[in-house]
């Protein structure tokens, strides 16, 4: 009896060592999760995990090269990669990036064999992209997270095990993309042209960042290195901002036909060890269009009505309608 007593004690204990191990998760908007100090930290710790509801900016493969490659070794090489954007609605101004890497290895304090192999990654960038989701959903994401370059990203902690995967559920197809929000670099940038920074997220770049935003009448201070990954820079004359063009078909040597000044639409973004600084504009893809840098579901998203994408709202656009109706 004494020992059933003890053996029933010993798994007691397990049972509650187990129940207090489950990790914590509750879901929480955007700006919650987001919300930063006086250096640029993010200060969300409330749970283990969190989950987050928003619309899907644009296509992970837009963005960053999935394409596994197992024989990497370089230190902090990631090989493939999977990235999305999604923004908070109403008064959730704010937004959030699910990121997952392939060799998670290759970074100091991971173990030799904490990546995946080309078809365990292969496997992981089907189950997120069974979910089928487009430019313009609404989705859930479930997961843990951790800070980089001054924002929180949703992310499996560079672990591959399943326990730490992230979920990522339709909730409503074809919701609609954001309106781009307008904003100047005046709002961006001080008098020094240095970059704004209010850590209470109510104003400058940290009120935009992850955010679908629109820069109108500006030019390249030279656009020579236009290329998929190109790191350029705009200006209106006055103030600067870092651009970094995505992996959109339409980016490529050559497809740049952009009439000076232009508009920019983009996705707000950090990426800094000063966490006060590192702001750039994101533009996942070109048209082709020769006066707004962005892509076809950007500008329809930024007039909704223009459904020719000739920058006006028209009886044009009503007979496109009519007659794709009639099809």
Not at 43 to 53: G, H, M, P
Not at 103 to 109: D, E, F, H
Not at 154 to 171: I, P, R, S, Y
């Amino acid at each position: 009896m004494k020992s059933i007593a003890v053996l029933s004690g010993v798994l007691t204990l397990f049972c509650v060592a187990v129940a207090q191990a489950a990790p914590t998760v509750t879901e929480v908007t955007h700006s919650e999760f987001q919300a930063v100090n006086a250096a640029g930290e993010q200060t969300y710790n409330r749970t283990d995990k969190v989950v987050l509801e928003g619309i899907v900016l644009h296509g992970p493969a837009q963005m960053l090269d999935p394409a596994p490659d197992e024989t990497i070794t370089e230190p902090f090489n990631i090989g493939g990669q999977w990235q999305i954007f999604f923004q908070g609605e109403g008064d959730d101004h704010a937004g959030t990036a699910v990121w997952m890497g392939q060799l998670y290895s290759n970074l100091p304090w991971v173990a030799v064999d904490g990546g995946y192999t080309n078809a365990e990654f292969i496997s992981e960038l089907n189950r997120l992209n069974a979910a089928q989701f487009s430019p313009g959903d609404r989705i859930r994401v479930t997961g843990y997270y951790l800070s980089y370059g001054g924002k929180l990203n949703v992310n499996e902690q560079h672990n591959k095990n399943a326990d730490h995967d992230f979920t990522l559920e339709v909730v409503d197809r074809g919701a609609g993309l954001p309106r781009p929000e307008e904003v100047t670099l005046d709002e961006l940038k001080d008098s020094e042209d240095n970059f704004i920074f209010d850590s209470t997220r109510q104003t400058g770049c940290e009120h935009y960042q992850s955010r679908l935003v629109k820069i109108r009448d500006v030019y390249f201070m030279g656009a020579a290195g236009w290329d998929s990954n190109a790191e350029l820079t705009i200006t209106d004359g006055v103030k600067t901002f870092p651009v970094k063009l995505g992996r959109g078909d339409g980016i490529y040597p050559g497809s740049n036909n952009l009439t000076e000044p232009f508009d920019v639409i983009g996705i707000m973004d950090q990426q800094s060890a000063d966490l006060t600084r590192g702001y750039r504009l994101y533009v996942m893809n070109y048209d082709g269009n020769g006066l707004v840098l962005a892509g076809r579901e950007h500008r329809r998203a930024d007039k909704p009505g223009d459904l020719n994408l000739d920058g006006i709202v028209n009886y044009d656009d009503i007979k496109e309608l009519l007659e794709d109706w009639l099809k």
